[in-house]
């Protein structure tokens, strides 16, 4: 069965020039070893964190928070490479700069794994008395700490 949606016609335009760029993307791709690896790492990653964040049937709550981050950073690099390939690299930066956040509060977790607790119980307030919008206090605090608590909210 086939459905027809009424797009207008400057969507469809678009919808053709998004794959279009997709193609001369790929082909420019093609034509570089290193992008070519670069794409493979990324490629790997993505499947890595696809079988990590399954969870094989745990429910612990400490995990839970690991696999949402864990969620959250598989469907940042997916969406970048999707923007990277369809030709909006400035658009794929701010999910790029999402998975290195999401990547670092994994490496404190596994630091300490504490802190996992603290940024699940955290409340708002709490959270923005670690992190605020503008300068960060970082003689009083840690950039992990900081950092810990914009993810959270």
Same mark, same amino acid.
């Given at each position: /069965? @086939? !459905?027809?949606? $009424? !797009? $207008? %016609?400057?969507?469809?335009?678009?919808?053709?020039?998004?794959?279009?760029?997709? =193609?001369?993307? !790929?082909?420019?791709? *093609?034509?570089?070893?290193?992008?070519?690896?670069?794409?493979?790492?990324?490629?790997?990653?993505?499947? &890595?964190?696809?079988?990590?964040?399954?969870?094989?049937?745990?429910?612990?709550?400490? &995990?839970?928070?690991? @696999?949402?981050?864990?969620?959250?950073?598989?469907?940042?690099?997916?969406?970048?490479?999707?923007?990277? &390939?369809?030709?909006?690299?400035? *658009? +794929?930066? *701010?999910? /790029?700069?999402? +998975?290195?956040?999401?990547?670092?509060?994994? %490496?404190? #977790?596994? *630091?300490?794994?504490?802190?996992? =607790?603290?940024?699940?119980?955290?409340?708002?307030?709490?959270?923005?008395?670690?992190?605020?919008?503008?300068?960060?206090? #970082?003689? +009083? =605090?840690?950039?992990?700490?900081?950092?810990?608590?914009?993810?959270?909210?």
């Amino acid at each position: /069965m @086939r !459905i027809d949606l $009424p !797009i $207008p %016609e400057s969507l469809k335009r678009i919808f053709d020039e998004h794959n279009e760029c997709a =193609k001369k993307t !790929i082909v420019e791709i *093609a034509g570089h070893s290193e992008w070519q690896e670069h794409i493979k790492i990324l490629r790997e990653a993505i499947e &890595l964190i696809k079988l990590l964040i399954q969870g094989h049937g745990r429910t612990e709550e400490d &995990l839970f928070a690991i @696999r949402c981050l864990g969620s959250r950073l598989y469907n940042d690099l997916a969406t970048a490479y999707i923007l990277i &390939l369809s030709g909006y690299y400035q *658009a +794929s930066t *701010a999910h /790029m700069r999402d +998975s290195l956040e999401c990547s670092l509060i994994l %490496e404190l #977790f596994a *630091a300490d794994c504490s802190e996992i =607790k603290h940024w699940r119980e955290a409340t708002r307030t709490e959270s923005m008395s670690y992190f605020k919008f503008g300068a960060i206090d #970082f003689k +009083s =605090k840690s950039m992990w700490h900081c950092l810990l608590f914009y993810l959270r909210w």
